[in-house]
């Protein structure tokens, strides 16, 4: 019997692996698209004993399986609900980023697609300008989520059987255009990153990609300006979000989604022109790392970038993310369980980069 998906591998991801129960709704929305003929790869594909005293070799043991999983994905569903705080969780987006960087399809579903100024909860209004709760003027307030998710992903308001209803559509369009000999598969990217060049002087020396929450900040040109002076200090070469590149001018148009989906082809251009990855992980917009970051991460990774982190503050995600402590299961204010490796962050970026406490320059200084 002739098997239309055979060659797909689903990946299902989303933060369900933190809930009461989430494995049970995992595996369920596995046997749906089973249903339907898709195969499917999970987190959970492969039985794991996780029974090691050092704790972060439970985590390796749980990343390396990942590496096999993603390999054999075409296509990710992900859930973008909110995660501690009003963004998706970053371990979701680390995994949009790997497996968009690899050629794969990209879905993703929320019950909630109106724009983040409407529904995060910490923007505040002052002097008529809309801030987030760190005071800057609120990133990407009409959208639904940061640019890399509007430019690389399928979005759609609804649940994980909608998402796989569109993914289903994709792929039969795609055989019938096969058939009839024209069009490229959905999964062929629509820019060609490969040979674009910046537009700023970039000088000598390997070139580290800068990406971190500041292309937010009211100051961040000043701020760019100076991490790029104090890379050259250091012997490297600095690209940033906001740096140019040849090819891809700015599009004349207010459209929120075009310059958003501009934006994401462009960092993905600088990330693919560059040698490093220098990531920096801080919480934004609540306990998770910014979108962008998170997803460029995964990106970088596919893409077999070095990548380092860092943070203000390294302790191990138990002591700096609050939660109810043991006789409540180490469980967050949302019910979320807040995971022990003994790392400070969600093991797909620990496990994938080395991530040291402080700042940009002591990177420099000490580890790249």
């Known amino acids: 019997m002739f098997e239309p998906y055979g060659d797909e591998g689903l990946y299902i ?19 749906l698209a089973e249903y339907y003929g898709i195969p499917v790869v999970l987190p ?5 004993k996780l029974d090691k005293e050092e704790l972060r070799l439970n985590a390796q043991e749980i990343f390396d399986d990942l590496i096999v999983q993603v390999g054999r994905t075409t296509a990710i569903i992900a859930d973008l609900e909110f995660f501690r705080g009003c963004e998706p969780d970053g371990g979701t987006l680390f995994e949009l980023g790997w497996i968009w960087a690899r050629g794969g399809r990209l879905y993703g579903y929320s019950r909630d697609m109106r724009p983040m100024s409407v529904k995060n909860q910490g923007a505040r209004l002052e002097n008529g300008i809309l801030l987030d709760q760190d005071g800057r003027p609120h990133p990407y307030g009409d959208l639904p989520f940061c640019p890399s998710l509007i430019g690389s992903t399928k979005l759609m308001e609804g649940t994980f059987p909608d998402a796989l209803k569109v993914y289903l559509m994709d792929l039969d369009e795609e055989r019938k255009r096969r058939a009839r000999g024209y069009g490229q598969p959905l999964s062929v990217r629509s820019v060609a990153y490969n040979g674009l060049r910046t537009v700023a002087d970039v000088g000598s020396g390997p070139v580290v990609y800068l990406a971190g ?18 890379c050259r200090k250091y012997g490297y070469t600095a690209v940033c979000p906001l740096d140019a590149v040849e090819g891809m001018p700015e599009p004349k148009t207010e459209d929120p989604y075009v310059m958003a989906t501009w934006r994401f082809d462009k960092s993905m251009a600088l990330l693919s022109a560059s040698d490093v990855l220098v990531a920096n992980l801080e919480d934004f917009h609540g306990w998770e790392p910014n979108s962008d970051v998170s997803f460029e991460c995964g990106a970088a990774y596919a893409m077999g970038k070095r990548c380092i982190g860092y943070m203000p503050d390294t302790s191990v995600m138990r002591r700096r993310i609050p939660h109810y402590g043991e006789d409540r299961d180490n469980r967050d204010w949302c019910g979320n369980v807040v995971e022990n490796f003994d790392y400070p962050i969600n093991l797909m970026f620990s496990c994938s980069m080395p991530i040291f406490e402080g700042n940009l320059e002591k990177v420099l200084q000490e580890n790249l």
């Open 13 to 31: 991801a989303g933060p369900e692996c933190f809930y009461r129960h989430g494995y049970e709704l995992w595996w369920s929305q596995r046997k």
């Open 213 to 230: 929450p500041e292309r937010y900040s009211p100051d961040a040109e000043v701020f760019y300006r100076d991490a790029k002076t104090l």
């Open 44 to 48: 959970t594909s492969t039985v794991l």
